[in-house]
């Protein structure tokens, strides 16, 4: 009950103050990837914009070290072209630019709204439930015990046709205690809850994904707003 009313409460929130941008902290400087941690020649600075070059032929992560902030709103601009990317919260660094942990999707239209488990392995006994959690227009719930319940509340398409391939888009990712909640371009497009005793993260870092194999992704005018869940 508790997750649900926090719920709603942010969506009113975020609805009247989308436009708010007193107490965030631009993470990229414009100028160069100082505080990024990247694979070389993966990831470059053109202008005030971070582009993953497309050179890498593995999937690999483009990680902020400034810390692992726990309760937040992560607002920013993208641009997807080619491949396969997403944004990382909440997530482990398992070395070698490898992260683990939340990934809101960024690629076609049509899969837009994921919220995605990354690098979950393939035996893994809760990678049903965790590999592919939840997608526009939808609100995933998983409970202590790992299993997960989604409700639609949209239907996909109609929330995923807010998004614009090959444009920049705004990104806006909210985490409040269990809660993570994404927006593009001011549209709430899917909220998950996890409550898994084991798996569930509070804290973690915050990277960029480029899947590999020529992928086209661009972002700019990073900055996150620390908050409290209380």
Known sequence: MKSALVFFFLILVTRSHADDESGFVQLFNGENLDGWDGKPGAWEVRGDEIWCTGASENRNWL?????????????????WDKG????????????????????????????????????????????????????????A??????????????????????????????????????????????????????QDSEMSRSEGWIAFQDHGKGCTVAFRNIRIKETSSD
């Open 63 to 79: 990680i902020w070290r400034g810390g692992q902030p726990t309760d937040f709103t992560l607002r920013l601009e993208f641009r």
């Open 84 to 139: 396969n990317s997403g944004v990382q919260v909440r997530s482990d660094d398992l070395g070698e630019w490898q992260v683990f942990g939340y990934q809101v999707e960024i690629a076609r239209q049509e899969v837009m709204g994921l919220w995605h488990h990354s690098l979950i392995d393939r035996e893994h006994p809760k990678r049903e439930a965790r590999f592919l959690m939840s997608t526009a227009g939808e609100r």
């Open 141 to 194: 719930l998983i409970v202590s015990d790992g299993t997960r319940v989604n409700t639609k509340l949209e239907e996909a398409a109609a929330v995923q046709s807010h998004y614009n391939e090959n444009e920049w888009n705004t990104m806006e990712i909210i985490a409040s205690g269990d809660m993570v909640i994404q927006k593009i371009n001011g549209v709430h497009f899917a909220t998950l809850i996890d």
